[in-house]
């Protein structure tokens, strides 16, 4: 091998080997850039998540612009390193060289796999660095929307939860009067002779009252007696306003 063509090889190489440095340098730095990113976004969240303005993830912010100064340095690094990768390949196949000089073939393939895990590395990094962005940037417009939400509908949830205390209320106490009525069902026939059992009582709700009746619907043409039950003393009707009537017919 002719002296001038062992020295561009070895030109080429000293090249390569000087962008694999700067490349392994940037890399170091992007990724470090990208787990500071996400630390500060989640730190400034916790601290203000009541707005959106002031996360870090917005465009134009300081980290974005760096982000994007970097990533264009290392695609320039990387396509230098390519051209590099490119001329060796060429010289191994060029006339004069040994096609099958084992040193150089195993040179140049280590310098391609550097490159490739290089590549891989930066694609990789530049992803979850976006990810990381795009994510952040959606829990702000969210945390943004809810706290909207809540400063101008405040009262509106406020009758919104009244209104459900009160539904589950109503339910509650009509499983109870159900479970009442189903164990009076069961007891009545029992009875000799028969009774007619009928439950009256009041319910208030928003200030309207109304009236409703329970019975077994067996009615029997007897003496009607009525029984009045303190809703103090019989927990079962403790949600109902006022004294309930039991009217036995006999």
Known sequence: MAAGTSNYWEDLRKQARQLEN???LKLVSFSKLCTSYSHSSARDGRRDRYSSDTTPLLNGSSQDRMFETMAIEIEQLLARLTGVNDKMAEYTNSAGVPSLNAALMHTLQRHRDILQDYTHEFHKTKANFVAIRERENLMGSVRKDIESYKSGSGVNNRRTELF????????NSDRLIEETIRVLRNLVPQLDPPWFVCFYFWVTHEGNESKHCY??????????????????QN????????????????
């Open 22 to 24: 700067e490349l392994d």
């Open 164 to 171: 459900l205390k009160e539904h589950d209320h109503l339910r």
């Open 215 to 232: 019975g077994n619907k067996r009615k029997y043409d007897f003496t009607e007696r009525n029984v009045e039950i303190n809703s103090q």
């Open 235 to 250: 927990e079962h009707f403790g949600h109902f306003r006022g004294k309930k009537k039991m009217r036995w017919s006999k």
